[in-house]
């Protein structure tokens, strides 16, 4: 009875006033999810636990990409590039020296720098051994010069202290980072907070220790990282006059293909024919692939289960809203009757679609961010890895969208069917 009084006050068709059709239209379909609370809050259930699932899985996809591409940075040189000056040509197996060879420069490197932007960035490089004087030994150092602040350059991270700040990178100031193995062998016995502030004696001169490279697997090296400006007093001097390089590091490791791309055609112009004067090293082909291909595959078997889940919910809305037409065929008859149009019937149950998914989505996000910060959690107890989940208004606003979508898409054929009836045969259904 409720539903036939709703319908009769529905006001009789005016061309006039189709305005007034669409708001009653709209009205009388949030009304009659308001009279079955059970039905809307089972079918809502379906939507819920579908935008659950997308947001879940897209934010704790979110956190482990974030991972994994953390722990390419740090232990990986996928995402650097080097431009190497030929010094030298192979001769008869004999190793002939260039006298002739580019030396780049930092003007080169904030050349390279700007046309990169903002995909990747430049520095220059320059390495080689030093003598470590440690009490009364000496022991041999790889020492590494760089133009911009370490480590996150070299795929490395700080157990203790600080990077060179933008004042040491420019002045004539003798800092130094050292490796865990170097901090060892300079202070046995004491923390890696404890050995930040001593001097470390490379090649004769005092260097302030700054910072310590947290330890590498299977890497005990003793290393040291100092400023370009202060490259000839850490290295140990060398005949011929030494090459810098040029370290590129890209921010993305799909970029890498095409930002090594853009560095060979800013080498033809600084070079003009440069293959037999310089080569671009890393990139690393095959891995790179591999990586690329693992993140992708990641994310397209993530989005599966989430669509799935989502489908899933979409079907019970179908089944909810078809059932509906069924049992509310005498009232589409009486609308119709009294003045409402095809699609004014068309968008009233369009309108509960939409308010059913609208409503689920509100919740499942919810529910969703919970469980993934909840299933995180449970990830790093189990793990020990600092896997967290990402939080983005993007994976938000998808959810918000699809779910709007998966609402019109899986409400449209109850909807079209209701609209097609014929007002005579639905109000004699039985």
Do not use: C
Not at 53 to 59: E, K, N, Q
Not at 117 to 126: E, H, K, M, T
Not at 315 to 339: D, P, W
């Amino acid at each position: 009875m409720y539903r036939i009084e709703t319908a009769l006050s529905f006001p009789p068709y005016n061309a006039a006033r189709p305005n007034s059709l669409l708001g009653s239209s709209l009205q009388v379909g949030i009304q009659t999810l308001r009279v079955n609370p059970l039905r809307t809050v089972l079918s809502t259930l379906g939507v819920i636990m579908g935008v659950a699932s997308i947001v879940a899985v897209l934010a704790i996809g979110d956190g482990v990409e974030r991972y994994a591409r953390t722990q390419i940075e740090e232990t990986t040189d996928l995402l650097s590039l080097v431009v190497l000056p030929t010094t030298a040509d192979v001769i008869d197996q004999i190793r002939v020296p260039r006298t002739d060879f580019p030396v780049f420069t930092s003007a080169d490197a904030d050349s390279l720098s700007a046309r990169l932007a903002p995909r990747a960035r430049a520095a220059i490089l320059l390495r080689g051994p030093a003598r470590v004087t440690v009490r009364d030994s000496v022991r041999g150092a790889a020492v590494t010069a760089l133009s911009v602040a370490p480590p996150e350059w070299l795929h490395s991270r700080l157990a203790a202290g600080r990077s060179f700040s933008a004042m040491e990178l420019h002045n004539d100031d003798r800092v130094a980072i050292v490796s865990a193995g170097l901090a060892a062998v300079l202070a046995p016995g004491v923390s890696a907070d404890s050995v930040v502030g001593r001097t470390v004696l490379l090649e004769g001169h005092d260097f302030r220790i700054i910072g310590v490279l947290a330890a590498s697997t299977g890497r005990t090296e003793l290393s040291a990282l100092v400023p370009i400006t202060v490259a000839d007093q850490a290295l140990a001097p060398v005949l011929s006059p030494r090459a810098p390089s040029l370290l590129v590091r890209s921010e993305r490791v799909e970029e890498v293909p095409a930002i090594k791309a853009e560095v060979e055609r800013w080498l033809t112009g600084r070079l003009g024919a440069w293959h037999d004067r310089a080569t671009v090293s890393g990139g690393q082909g095959l891995r790179l692939d591999q990586t690329r291909q693992a993140i992708l595959i990641f994310k397209l078997v993530m989005g599966t289960f989430a669509g799935i889940s989502l489908v899933v919910g979409g079907i019970g809305i179908m089944n909810v809203l078809l059932a509906s037409v069924t049992e509310r065929t005498r009232e589409i008859g009486i609308r119709k009757a009294a003045g409402a149009r095809g699609h004014d019937i068309l968008l009233q149950f369009l309108a509960e679609s939409v308010a059913i998914t609208s409503v689920g989505s509100v919740i499942g996000m919810a529910l969703g961010l919970a469980g993934a910060f909840l299933a995180a959690a449970m990830m790093r107890h189990f793990t020990r890895a600092e896997l967290y989940a990402a939080f983005t208004w993007t994976t938000l606003l998808v959810a918000a969208l699809v779910s709007v979508v998966t609402g019109l898409v899986f409400g449209t054929y109850p909807a079209l069917r209701a609209a097609r009836l014929s007002a005579i045969d639905a109000i004699r259904h039985e």
